[in-house]
């Protein structure tokens, strides 16, 4: 303990005074701080385990609700929607090829068709007169018998119902005519046209299949994409909640090993008498003074002193400026200087100004001779105080 002072005296006082209070005040506070400070750590203990448990419950419902999207779980879904779009492009490729040969079997089967028009349609109409004689022959038929007989009886009725069965399949005929472009089906007997036909509906079937796989692959990377983007915002949630989580538990076990250390001191302190304060070395008066350094002081004094000397009169020379020369004047001006006439100077004047050198340099060396006197008491540590009553007795 140390207090610095003008007086040694006053400053040997203090720290007695000090020591005195503070020798018989230490055992008391030692004792209430220890126990203030007991109870504080175990308000933070308390504290903080409340909040442990609402960081553990709160990364527990967040792990519950996110089961699977959570960091480390799953395959590497980075790696699987690269996987995904490789075979996404290769099943649009796969489509593109497909329908270019639907586009090239239905150009052929409808080239085929034009080019047997003729052949086909007299197909038809042969099937269609096949179909008409026969009703009309049954019709005759009928008629011959009706001569002979009414109209209910037994063959007549079959004969009607025959003509029925064949007109009715003479219709599905013209209706298959009209959706084959007005060819019945007879004329799709051809061998080429069946294999074109065939190629063709096979192609649209791999078309549509096809179209399905790549519809499926996109769903699925855009699936994959959205539960990415929710797996970052979820890693970036679980990452704040884990650094909240753990810098509770870190405060929380530093407490805890606080509050161990404290009772430990506690029973250290309980199995004491009492608090010992010893003095190990007693107030002294020191027989220099700690600050300032004298020597350095003395030089910053000569050096503030001479700098400001300079400085003083550089300002007089800005305020009140001199002209030295014809060519300053004629700067200063910017008028033409035709000449010059020298200061006449008696004798008395000249006597002044000779003597102006020898009182700066008497001054200036008594200024340096002040400051060598000073610092060699500085560094020697000589008593002025005896060096003047010394003084005195000689005198």
Same mark, same amino acid.
């Given at each position: 303990?140390?207090?610095? &002072?003008?007086?040694?005296?006053?400053?040997?006082?203090?720290?007695? &005074?000090?020591?005195?209070?503070?020798?018989?005040?230490?055992?008391?506070?030692?004792?209430? %701080?220890?126990?203030?400070?007991?109870?504080?750590?175990?308000?933070?203990?308390?504290?903080?385990?409340?909040?442990?448990?609402?960081?553990?419950?709160?990364?527990?419902?967040?792990?519950?609700?996110?089961?699977?999207?959570?960091?480390?779980?799953?395959?590497?879904?980075?790696?699987?929607?690269?996987?995904?779009?490789?075979? @996404?492009?290769?099943?649009?490729?796969?489509?593109?090829?497909?329908?270019?040969?639907?586009?090239?079997?239905?150009?052929?089967?409808?080239?085929?068709?034009?080019?047997?028009?003729?052949?086909?349609? *007299?197909?038809?109409?042969?099937?269609?007169?096949?179909?008409?004689?026969?009703?009309?022959?049954?019709?005759?038929?009928?008629?011959?018998?009706?001569?002979?007989?009414? &109209?209910?009886?037994?063959?007549?009725?079959?004969?009607?119902?025959?003509?029925?069965?064949?007109?009715?399949?003479?219709?599905?005929?013209? &209706?298959?005519?009209?959706?084959?472009?007005?060819?019945?089906?007879?004329?799709?007997?051809?061998?080429?046209?069946?294999?074109?036909k065939i190629a063709l509906n096979e192609a649209e079937a791999n078309v549509a299949s096809i179209q399905s796989r790549v519809n499926v692959l996109e769903k699925r990377l855009e699936l994959a994409q959205s539960e990415w983007n929710t797996r970052l915002s979820l890693e970036t949630e679980m990452q704040n909640l884990n650094r909240d989580y753990s810098a509770i538990k870190k405060n929380y076990e530093q407490l805890l090993s606080t509050r161990e250390q404290a009772s430990l001191s506690k029973k250290v302190d309980d199995q004491a008498e009492s608090l010992k304060f010893k003095i190990a070395d007693a107030p002294d008066k020191p027989l220099l003074p700690s600050s300032p350094a004298k020597p350095?002081?003395?030089?910053? *004094?000569?050096? *503030?002193?001479?700098?400001?000397?300079?400085?003083?009169?550089?300002?007089?020379?800005?305020?009140?400026?001199?002209?030295?020369?014809?060519?300053?004047?004629?700067?200063?001006?910017?008028?033409?200087?035709?000449?010059? $006439?020298?200061?006449?100077?008696?004798?008395?004047?000249?006597?002044?100004?000779?003597?102006?050198?020898?009182?700066? %340099?008497?001054?200036?060396?008594?200024?340096? *001779?002040?400051?060598?006197?000073?610092?060699?008491?500085?560094?020697?540590?000589?008593? $002025?105080?005896? @060096? $003047?009553?010394?003084?005195?007795?000689?005198?």
């Amino acid at each position: 303990i140390k207090y610095e &002072a003008d007086n040694p005296d006053l400053a040997k006082n203090v720290v007695q &005074a000090v020591l005195t209070v503070f020798s018989e005040q230490t055992q008391l506070s030692t004792m209430a %701080g220890a126990d203030t400070a007991h109870h504080f750590i175990d308000r933070q203990i308390q504290e903080y385990e409340v909040r442990l448990r609402n960081a553990e419950k709160a990364k527990e419902n967040f792990m519950r609700a996110n089961l699977g999207m959570l960091p480390g779980q799953g395959s590497n879904q980075v790696e699987q929607m690269h996987t995904m779009t490789v075979t @996404l492009q290769d099943a649009k490729l796969i489509l593109d090829e497909a329908i270019s040969r639907k586009q090239a079997l239905k150009e052929q089967f409808d080239e085929a068709l034009v080019s047997n028009d003729e052949e086909w349609g *007299v197909l038809a109409d042969q099937q269609s007169t096949i179909e008409d004689e026969k009703i009309a022959g049954l019709k005759l038929r009928r008629d011959d018998l009706l001569i002979k007989y009414t &109209a209910n009886h037994p063959e007549i009725a079959h004969l009607n119902k025959t003509i029925k069965e064949l007109e009715k399949i003479s219709e599905k005929k013209r &209706a298959k005519q009209a959706e084959a472009g007005g060819l019945d089906s007879s004329v799709m007997t051809n061998p080429y046209t069946q294999s074109i036909k065939i190629a063709l509906n096979e192609a649209e079937a791999n078309v549509a299949s096809i179209q399905s796989r790549v519809n499926v692959l996109e769903k699925r990377l855009e699936l994959a994409q959205s539960e990415w983007n929710t797996r970052l915002s979820l890693e970036t949630e679980m990452q704040n909640l884990n650094r909240d989580y753990s810098a509770i538990k870190k405060n929380y076990e530093q407490l805890l090993s606080t509050r161990e250390q404290a009772s430990l001191s506690k029973k250290v302190d309980d199995q004491a008498e009492s608090l010992k304060f010893k003095i190990a070395d007693a107030p002294d008066k020191p027989l220099l003074p700690s600050s300032p350094a004298k020597p350095i002081m003395d030089s910053i *004094v000569l050096l *503030v002193g001479v700098v400001s000397g300079f400085g003083v009169a550089f300002l007089i020379y800005l305020i009140r400026p001199t002209v030295m020369t014809t060519a300053q004047l004629r700067q200063l001006t910017g008028l033409p200087v035709l000449g010059s $006439v020298s200061m006449k100077i008696n004798d008395l004047e000249l006597k002044k100004n000779k003597k102006e050198p020898f009182k700066y %340099g008497l001054c200036t060396f008594g200024l340096i *001779v002040i400051y060598i006197t000073f610092m060699m008491i500085d560094i020697l540590h000589i008593d $002025v105080s005896s @060096l $003047v009553k010394l003084l005195q007795r000689i005198h």
